[in-house]
């Protein structure tokens, strides 16, 4: 009986507190939700986010991430959600693992909060207001997916033991469901799966601090090329995304938005992509192998030249063998003798 008691405990205790913590908080807060709605039928703006009302009840912008309102919705985001979070923590650590969620899910229901009371302002319809509820952790469920294309791009999974994909493609396909499901109607919530997807790259890209360092100082965010901007879009449209992802970052360095990276550690100057520490250790690394190998390629087919130099020591001043069976005798060498014949072999 013990043992049936202590097996959950001590799989309980080795998931890492964040993840501990927070995938808790969305049960207890999510069965919290339904009994009040099902007791109450009041749909509770002071636990999910009401563009209307939210602002006197300023709390709902980061705990209506905790509110799953239907129980297939719950059961995907604990199928998803505490598996990837307890990853990233375990390479993160708690505390940018804490920032990570807080800023991708806060951030994005306050772009969804503006972009709400920009359309009652235009259009006039109070719908925007009071008829929208964001809750749940879509916004989370892109950001997890965003880190994880920048940890293991390359890294396949399969999807429902059918489609198997990388892990790059994953958050844009995520990404265009949400913009299918805008066009036809259901702004709310899914439209802050691209809020999500914006912010949690953002923060990836330029905010969050690495535990490596670059010049003696912190490290900021990921600057290789291969976590850029246009990486996301189809090549047909690269020229016209890079442009707009150039001049956002040339306005954000402009106005010091961005942290400064520093310059370039080889280079002497800054250059505009350098890459984060993790990508410059991988780069000099690569630099490294692909040097070892062009010697070791270079040394196999070449012969060994011969030395052009007579080693010193006692042994370049070892007399000639006798002739005639005479013994030389051994003198010390002078300088005086070596100037005088150096001069008679000059005058040969």
Known sequence: MAVLTSAPLQFVASIPPVTRAFTA???????LYYWLYWT???ALPYLVLVPGSSIFYPWTFVTSALIETTIF?????????PASLKYLERLWGAVETLKFIVVTVGVSNIIAFGLNWLEYVVLKNPV????????????????????????????????????????????MAYVTFSTVMCIIGFQCPYIVIQFGWLVSYIWLRFYKKN??????????GDRSETFAFVSWFPPFIHTPIT????????????????????????????TQLPGGARAEAERRRAMALKALDQRLAGGATSPTPRSATVPAGPSASRPPPATNGEIPQSKSPSPEADIGDAGAQGGR
Request: negative net charge; without cysteine; glycine residues 10%.
């Open 25 to 31: 908080a969305t049960v207890f807060f999510s069965i």
């Open 40 to 42: 109450t039928g009041d």
């Open 73 to 81: 919705e719950l059961l995907f985001t604990l199928l998803v959600i």
């Open 128 to 171: 925007f207001l009071y008829e929208q509820r964001y809750h749940g952790q879509m916004a989370l469920q892109i950001g997890v997916l965003v880190a994880f294309t920048q940890i293991i791009p390359e890294h396949q999974v399969q999807l429902l033991g059918v489609i198997k994909a990388r892990v790059k493609s994953i958050p």
């Open 211 to 220: 535990s490596e360092t670059l010049g003696g100082g912190p490290a900021y």
């Open 243 to 270: 442009l707009l992802a150039n001049t956002a970052h040339s306005l954000a360095s402009k106005f010091h938005l961005i942290p400064s990276i520093g310059p370039d550690v080889e280079s002497g100057g800054y």
